[in-house]
């Protein structure tokens, strides 16, 4: 059995729609997908009023902030309608949209003309803007080729048109998670780029580590599985799929998980049994 834990629709960075996702999941047969959107729920919605052989488990991606550094944590099979997790999910997405239009104004005052409308009129369906969107708005006003050459120039971390996100401590989004009901899970450990921090970060309350993505390889895998299974951790694994042209995976089905991998992680969400399910 084939499974996918991990993937961005409209509803944040994504390009394709929910329910083009799921048409993928059938036509490349993974049995159990979840959505997981930066910041963003409402598109898992949209996947569980459809009618469709996959198993759908709720999920999204939270942004946190530990020592100067991004961290993202997947959350799985929560209650979507918890009121403290609402209440973050549409705080942060007000603090998304106010550092896009600011970084927007910013590439305006520094001779790059883009508007925030013409960004809501090209990702009419995005719900959760980020700085990808931006950078395909400036890609179509020829001020670059690609995204990586935004992100290392217009949008780098060092340029003025650039604002940081919001800073949200691990603890606290992990608090929300379990508040919730759900699982909290480390997001592609590799992409921090510092096996240190890593281990610090699960001294903290995490259930599982995301063993399995496609940004890491065989020797990557092993470390974070011994890692994961030190601490008694489950294993879980996704594709991280966008739909960017030109970014691996290119489509939905290219980077699989075999169900026996994250055998631990699939009988825990069979024993768990919800009343808003």
Partial sequence: MIVDFHMHSTFSDGVEVPKQLLQHAVTNNISIISLTDHDEIAGVDELLASISPVRIITGCEFSGHYKGKDIHILGYDFDRYSPRLCEFIEYFKTKREDRIKEIIRLCNEHGYVISFEELKELYSHTKA????????????????????????????????????????????????????????????????????????????????????????????????????????????????????????????????????????????????THQWK
């Avoid at 998670?177 to 921090?197: F, M, Q, R």
């Fill in 129 to 272: 803007y980020g700085r990808p969107h931006v950078a395909q708005l400036l890609i179509n006003h020829g001020y670059a080729k690609d995204v990586q050459e935004v992100f290392s120039s217009i949008l780098s971390s060092k340029s003025p048109c650039y604002i940081p996100k919001v800073k949200i401590e691990v603890s606290e989004i992990l608090d929300i998670i379990h508040g919730a009901h759900g699982l909290s899970v480390l997001a592609h450990p590799k992409l921090i780029n510092n096996d240190d921090y890593v281990k610090e970060l699960l001294t903290y309350d995490f259930d599982g580590v995301e063993v399995y993505h496609s940004k890491h390889n065989e020797e990557d895998e092993a470390l974070y599985a011994q890692m994961a299974k030190e601490r008694n951790l489950f294993v879980t694994g996704g594709s991280d799929y966008h739909g960017i042209p030109n970014r691996y995976p290119r489509y939905l089905g290219e980077y699989t998980v075999d169900s026996s991998k994250v055998e631990s992680f699939i009988n825990l969400l069979d024993e768990r």
